[in-house]
């Protein structure tokens, strides 16, 4: 497998695409590490039982340290998120 392109990929919004593309990126080697965030509580028990990445508490501690970083939330919340 060739090297990651991505040391560490930070996916905010754990739903059908984030979880879809952190599946990608564990599955073809894109990134070292997949970190995770989700504002509910509920989806990040779900995401940690899936095994589909480092899921963090704080979307601070997600994208800590990340190169590359995607928002996977609905469009009405991305202004929000980015500048969080």
């Known amino acids: 497998m060739p090297d990651p392109v991505f040391e560490r990929i930070a996916l905010v919004g754990v739903g059908l695409i984030g979880s879809s593309i952190a599946r990608a990126a564990t599955e073809y080697g894109a990134a070292g590490s997949v970190a995770l ?18 899921v963090a508490d704080t979307l601070e501690a997600a994208v800590a340290g990340a190169d590359c970083v995607i928002l996977c939330v609905p469009v009405g919340a991305l202004e929000a998120v980015a500048k969080a």
């Open 37 to 54: 965030y989700d504002m509910s509580d509920e989806v990040r028990a779900k995401a940690a039982g899936l095994g589909l990445g480092e």
